[in-house]
């Protein structure tokens, strides 16, 4: 059988495709595979936070400085109106505790090159006048962002087909082909097709191709629930987040299970999307793949929200969803090779980091491909 | 296959070698000239009153704009026979810029009439704000249309279609028309749920309640699907709207 | 354990089918609440100010209204209570998400009929967005209800019953009905219906659809056209009527929100409307807990939902064990045979074939290992 392209991506989400469009920037003739459609899974269910403040100093820090360096230029780039938005970010500190935390992170983040300010609440509400003013205060930094993650995936689908590259939804991949030990090709509904390099960029789902070779994927789904408001005008400068948020992801061990908010790892993420709707969010669950929305998580998602920004108490919700995101024990991406597997690449466990580390996810994976 | 060789419409790399920087738009008005192939034609280069297009002795040679003497008069757009001279203003707000492009078809818009902005192709790109129609003497019968955009599409917009009077708008309250539906189908959206991704059909106050029906008959019309294939999106609350604080005074604890 | 408050039966919809539901159920030691989202109960019975069809067991010759008032008494002479300007939001497994009175409340049931209803189908022709194109269904309530008039000279687009009965009282409100128009090539509703309104000097045009509407920010003159064989509009056929507003009363599509998230099985019935869900003779679904009735089966009309509500009244109850069985049977099988009734003769034949399908689909479905069916 015939090889059909030079490398196959696995996942239309935004790291898929991605891969797809920087491994085709590269040259290389790339064939995108979907069961679903572009951005139907976790990327068309989650915020668009390219939010730097909250990466731990290191290479997940590394990495998403130079993702943010590869978004101010993407719009351009692809050609395609991703909604991005430079708006800067804001981590909310309720408390003095909480402060002490961010103050400790902040310290490593500067060292690392990353400018990052811990404001008083009133200096914090000078700029962002509907936070409640009996927080503590806020991380301000300028280099936070936002984008329309469905936006992205579709701008980078469409790039990637301009570049020759095939993007095919409706495809389900339902296992990698084997050759004399090494990952030459993936069978499908539709047949099977052969390739260098298989790209497995199927989130939370990935797991499941590597399984029947005796390989455990440490990526779980971790659940998050979040409400859309009507439209609005303009009132939210800045994407939001709080300080529950880092302490579900870094100190899960802080965490009251009595407690209905913690128990759900309920974080506070707000953006104010192109389109005048809030996004507000966000629970952090493990629920296996249910994808409903729960009662208790919208109701503890909207409280948490209303603590923070009592302005919003008379806005309207319209509507509810959630997307699964794709944990790691250690909050890390996991990308590159895998042993025993050669011609596997992994582009998968990005949990709340995917749209931050999209594009750079994708500029390394074309680069390993070289 | 790309470039205005084999399509008709400046490819990137072309894009890229005419575009002035965006810190240039930033400052204010400034010409783009898309001209890439050695015309014999000089125009240009007479209209511009200080001096800022160059093309030289040999008229062959592309023109070349020098962004500090260029003010953004706009006198070159209308000069050029090959109308391919358009402005770009990004100076004038944070989240809109402003492009200027000739336009020879009647009917011509009005002042603050919004209209669909294309791009090379003509395709659609972004709605956008007609700010100015100018049709003065001196622009020879090519009138001039001034657009306000979203400033992320200002490379991207290039001329503008008036939306129809005839259009039909299946999502009234995300103002998506039956053509754009049509189109997200033909590009691959085969369900609801799809068609919503990519248009923001349903995404509205209303949820779908009143379009989700006109959406799936379209599809249905364009695949061939059975309607009784066609699924309305997720059901997830509130299927109604409610007040965040309603929804924050609830302690389900399941 | 949520907090909140627990019932036997909660009943979703307060119109004939959710207040029939309620009353067999209460009237079987049920202690069962209707939830309706309206400041009003009653549903659509309110606005429908003409006589009912049908026989007298089904209070036919009775106006609608007053079938209304005469159901609310009975209800609350059996102790239902009813929460209005209540709207459930959201359904989690047996209990409801409810916003009453600007308070959100979660109420756990043991088992929940879903009368929801059916909404207007919308259209889409050139100007249908400009102000002044109407449901059928919103004018009724303005003029029988609020006692507006929305508009002074109209035309109807769809000659069912609901299309012809609009424009007959429109012109008992004192409006002038320019014209119905239907796209099919005959009338859709009774033809007595169709006679009240020619008799006032209205012409009903067969084959016939609206091109467009035409205006400045509101609608000032429609332009109709005849269809060709190939369906098609026929340029030339174009004319012009002044009418500054239009009803459209294009069918009615089951009100299945609910129903999706609860996430029970669906069937696809064009007779009835669309999706609905997949039920059983005792208007029972897939869900042990979920019952079903009235619009949300199938768009019929208030008879025979006030039937079916009571038929899941009846068995909800039972499932309970409040009744017993034979009991049951014997008050179920009166019903079924006044629904029969009800869908006879010729303009009954499309739904009563649509129903018997549900309940083959129902059986076939159940039959091949649905082990959630559990009547």
């Known amino acids: 059988m015939n090889k059909q392209a030079e490398v196959i991506v696995i996942g239309g989400g935004v790291i898929g495709t991605s891969v797809a469009y920087y491994a085709a920037k590269a040259g290389k003739r790339v064939v995108l595979l979907d069961r679903g459609d572009i951005a139907a899974g976790t990327s068309g269910a989650c915020d668009g936070f390219i939010i730097m403040q909250s990466k731990n100093p290191g290479p997940h820090l590394d990495l998403a400085m130079q993702s943010a360096a590869l978004y101010r230029n993407l719009t351009d780039e692809l050609e395609y109106d991703i909604e991005y938005m430079s708006c800067g970010g804001m981590i909310v500190a309720e408390s003095e505790k909480q402060a002490q935390l961010l103050q400790g992170l902040i310290a490593k983040q500067k060292q690392a090159g990353l400018q990052v300010e811990l404001l008083p609440i009133a200096q914090a509400r000078r700029s962002e006048p509907l936070l409640a003013a009996d927080l503590w205060g806020a991380a301000y930094c300028a280099n936070d962002a936002q984008v329309n993650p469905i936006r992205l995936a579709q701008g980078f689908a469409q790039a990637a087909r301009r570049l020759g590259a095939q993007i095919r939804p409706g495809v389900e991949v339902q296992a990698l082909l084997v050759e004399n030990g090494r990952v030459c090709g993936v069978k499908t509904g539709q047949g099977e097709l052969r390739a260098d390099y298989i790209v497995n960029a199927t989130g939370v789902w990935a797991p499941a191709l590597l399984s029947p070779f005796g390989i455990d994927l ?101 509507r509810t969803f959630a997307g699964l995101r794709p944990h790691t024990p250690d909050g890390l991406p996991i990308l590159g090779p895998v042993a025993g597997l050669p011609g596997l690449i992994m582009a998968a466990g990005h949990e709340g980091d995917g749209i931050a580390l999209a594009p750079i996810t994708g500029q390394k994976v074309a680069e390993y491909l070289k | 296959m790309e470039g205005v060789k084999l399509t008709g419409a400046l490819s990137a790399d072309e894009q890229a070698s005419v575009f002035p920087p965006n810190e240039r738009a930033e400052r204010g008005p400034v010409a783009v000239i898309e001209c890439v192939q050695q ?58 810029a402003l492009v200027m492009f000739p336009y020879e078809y009647l009917p011509l818009p009005a002042p603050d009439e919004i209209v669909d902005g294309v791009d090379r192709t003509g395709r659609f790109v972004a709605k956008a704000r007609v700010v100015k129609v100018d049709t003065g003497a001196q622009r020879e019968g090519t009138t001039i249309v001034t657009l306000a955009v979203p400033k992320q599409t200002m490379h991207d917009v290039r001329s503008m279609r008036l939306v129809a009077p005839g259009e039909v708008f299946l999502c009234r309250c995300c103002e998506v028309s039956e053509t754009e539906v049509r189109q997200a189908v033909r ?67 399941e | 354990m949520a907090t909140g408050q627990t019932f036997d039966i909660v009943v979703v919809g ?362």
Request: one cysteine or more; proline letters at 5%.
């Open chain 1, 218 to 318: 440490p990526i779980k789904p971790r659940r998050g629930q979040i409400l859309v408001t009507e439209p609005l005008p303009p009132m939210l400068n800045h994407v939001l987040l709080c300080a529950c948020y880092l302490i579900a992801k870094y100190h899960p061990e802080e965490l009251d299970p009595t407690d209905r908010q913690h128990r759900l790892g309920v974080g506070l993420a707000v953006e104010q999307t192109a389109h005048g709707s809030l996004l507000v969010g966000s629970t952090r669950e493990f629920a296996g793949f249910d994808r409903k929305t729960t009662l208790a998580g919208i109701e503890a998602v909207a409280q948490h929200a209303r603590r923070i920004l009592p302005a919003l108490a008379k806005v309207n919700i319209i």
């Open chain 2, 39 to 96: 015309i014999p034609c000089n125009p240009c280069e007479k209209a511009c009153p200080f001096g800022a297009i160059e093309v030289g002795p040999d008229i062959t040679n592309l023109p070349r704009l020098d962004l500090d003497k260029c003010r953004g008069c706009g006198l070159c757009l209308s000069k050029c026979p090959g109308l391919a001279i358009f402005l770009v203003d990004a100076s004038k707000s944070a989240t809109e």
């Open chain 3, 14 to 375: 307060a119109g004939p089918a959710g207040l029939a539901a309620a009353i067999e159920a209460a009237k079987r030691g049920a202690r069962t609440l209707v939830v309706d989202e309206n400041n009003k109960p009653g549903g659509q019975l309110f606005k429908q100010i003409h006589k009912f069809f049908g026989s007298h067991e089904h209070r036919a010759g009775v106006r609608g209204y007053d079938i209304g008032r005469q159901l609310l008494d009975e209800a609350a002479k059996c102790g239902v209570e009813v929460w209005l300007d209540a709207v459930v939001h959201g359904l989690f497994d047996s209990r409801l998400a409810v916003l009453h009175a600007g308070r959100q409340v979660t109420v756990q049931a043991g088992r929940i009929i879903l009368a929801t209803g059916a909404s207007e189908n919308a259209v889409a022709f050139p100007g249908s967005t400009l102000p002044g194109v109407m449901g059928a269904g919103a004018i009724q309530t303005m003029i029988n209800v609020h006692r507006v008039l929305p508009g002074k000279r109209f035309v109807m687009l769809g000659s069912g019953n609901v299309g012809l009965i609009v424009c007959y009282q429109l012109m008992q409100a004192g409006a002038e009905v320019l014209a119905v128009v239907e796209a099919m090539p005959s009338i859709g509703g009774y033809g007595v219906h169709a006679a009240k309104i020619r008799r006032a000097g209205v012409p009903i045009l067969v084959g016939t659809t609206i091109s467009r509407v035409v205006g400045q920010g509101k609608v000032e003159a429609v332009v109709l056209a005849t269809l060709g064989p190939d369906g098609r509009i026929d340029p030339q056929s174009e004319r012009t009527l002044a009418a500054d507003t239009v009803g459209l009363a294009v069918g009615l599509t089951p009100l299945t929100e609910l129903a999706w998230m609860a996430g029970c099985e669906f069937f696809f019935s064009p007779k009835l409307g669309g999706h609905l869900p997949l039920h059983d003779e005792n208007m029972l679904t897939s869900l042990p807990y979920l019952y079903v009735a009235g619009d949300i089966t199938g768009v019929e009309e208030a008879s025979t939902a006030m039937e079916e509500g009571r038929l899941a009244g009846i068995a909800a109850a039972e499932s309970l064990g409040l009744v017993e069985a034979a009991a049951a049977a014997t008050d179920k099988a009166a019903v079924r045979q006044r629904i029969d009734v009800l869908r006879s003769g010729p303009f009954g034949e499309g739904r009563r074939l649509a129903k018997a399908e549900i309940l083959q689909q129902q059986a076939l479905r159940s039959g091949q290992g649905g082990e959630s069916w559990k009547a």
């Open chain 2, 187 to 253: 590009e691959g959206a085969k369900t609801v749920a799809a068609v919503k991704m990519r248009t923001r059909a349903g995404m509205g106050l209303c949820q779908g309640r009143t379009c989700r029906r006109l959406i799936s008959r379209v599809i249905a019309e364009e695949t061939g699907q059975s309607p009784a294939d066609i699924l309305p999106p997720t059901s997830r609350a509130p299927v109604r709207t409610l007040s965040l604080e309603a929804l924050a005074g609830g302690d389900d604890n």
